[in-house]
């Protein structure tokens, strides 16, 4: 268990890099599992998922080195198992998207449940339906995911929902083979584009990523490349969201504008002052934030994963915000702990109403999940006093280096493991 203590009200200035993106990065190495050979990869943050999904896949014969900070090379010639156990699958759920690349190379895959992260359980009944509109057998027996099966035929698979597991999963599946498959209702998330660049430029041939139906046809193999991780865009929301709570003058460099759109339009209309130049943001905020109403929406809408962030950023603003989480139904359990801080919150089903406060007060708080942490250390930024918070290991998961980053800005961040 690890602590972080945060000297609060201080402003924030300076500069900041973004790392790469943790959840490119995940879906990535997923699909190096399709490619004999060594794939190189640039721009990975070293964070405690990218390296839980790496034991994953060394657990069935792949290889892997980091050449460099965040240069890492992936070697999947002699994959030896296509079963991964649950010791492994119950650390990260995104162990999952294991599915659709070893199918897809080796016709048959058995990976036990994920286990049932922070966030309540992810039901994975869109995956299972993909695969078996593809005439693949997927089933759940005694704790795995049991699919097996490969198919040359053409086939039209429509998402009731926009998952990015699922669209990740089927695309992966679909790249091997003779058959054309078309997805409909698609995940748009610029990950998405990330991994389906990578998987082209192996000869992959796929089209519409990014947009709600993407077309797959089927090649016999892939060759190896050198690829680049796109920069993380929740990381650059989160610095951007704790610029403008804490009044500073930020600039967040290495980013993707087009990918911050709902972020840069809420800061603005809540009072923020954000520029833009290509590859970065300056956020400087001199005042008390407005009001806002937030709906947490699959991409192009705002961020379920800057949900909790930029919640914590109106605990202060004036009147009263509206945050609607259409996503994940358990994403607001990091409230009670933003209470713990003073903050007035009420909880109606997927909706937070926020009133606003002149202030928070620093109190001992307990992380539960990344960017639930993420709002913990956003408000305990913001808060008059030293919070605590518990389980700030949690923040590892996905932000690198988050201490030396905050720290860069005039945050002051002290850790006791």
């Known amino acids: 268990m690890k602590r972080v203590y945060v000297n609060g009200e201080q402003i924030l200035k300076g500069s900041v ?18 490619v004999k050979g060594e794939v190189v990869l640039d721009n990975v943050p070293r964070v405690n998922d990218v390296q839980e999904m790496l034991e994953l896949v060394r657990s069935i014969g792949a290889k892997y080195d980091w050449i460099d900070i965040n240069q890492l090379a992936i070697d999947c010639s002699e994959l030896n198992s296509t079963t991964i156990d649950y010791k492994l699958t119950q650390r990260l759920h995104a162990s999952i998207l294991l599915l659709g690349p070893l199918v897809g190379r080796f016709g048959e895959c058995a990976i036990s449940l994920p286990g049932n992260d922070n966030l309540g359980p992810r039901p994975i009944d869109l995956h299972l339906k993909g695969f078996k509109l593809k005439g693949i ?14 198919t040359n035929q053409d086939s039209a698979i429509y998402l009731d929902f926009p998952s990015v597991g699922a669209t990740e999963n089927l695309i992966l599946n679909s790249v091997l083979g003779n058959g054309v498959t078309v997805i409909q209702g698609a995940a748009k998330d610029p990950e998405i584009v990330n991994m389906a660049s990578f998987l082209t430029s192996m000869g992959a041939k796929i089209s519409g990523a990014g947009t709600d139906t993407i077309k797959i046809k089927g090649v016999p193999q892939l060759k190896p490349v050198r690829y680049s ?9 989160t610095f951007m969201i704790m610029a403008a709570a804490n009044r500073g003058d930020v600039i967040i460099s290495g980013v993707v504008n087009k990918h911050l ?28 934030l407005q009001s806002l109403i937030v709906k947490a929406t699959p991409y192009p809408g705002f961020p379920t994963d800057l949900q909790p962030i930029i919640s914590a950023a109106l605990t202060t603003a004036a009147n009263t915000s509206i945050i609607s989480e259409k996503v994940y139904k358990n994403r607001f359990q990091y409230i009670g702990e933003l209470r713990r801080l003073g903050a007035k919150i009420k909880v ?70």
């Open 229 to 237: 991780i796109m920069p993380d865009r929740m990381e650059a929301g």
């Open 261 to 288: 759109k709902p972020v840069t339009a809420k800061l603005r209309e809540a009072g923020a002052e954000v520029d833009e130049v290509d590859g970065a943001v300056q956020v400087k905020s001199t005042q008390r």
């Open 348 to 417: 109606e089903g997927n909706t937070a109403v926020i009133t606003g406060v002149d202030r928070l007060l620093g109190s001992t708080v307990t992380a539960n999940d990344t960017r639930g942490a993420a709002a913990l250390l956003a408000a305990g930024l913001m808060a008059f006093g030293k919070t605590e918070i518990i389980n700030a290991e949690l923040l590892d998961n996905g932000y690198e280096n988050w201490v030396e980053k905050v720290s860069s800005i005039n945050g002051s961040v002290n850790i006791v493991n």
């Open 137 to 150: 057998h997927a089933d759940i027996s005694n704790g795995q995911i049991i699919v097996n099966g490969r």
């Open 17 to 34: 890099k973004v790392s790469g993106s943790k959840n490119a990065s995940i879906a990535i190495i997923a699909a190096s599992l399709l």
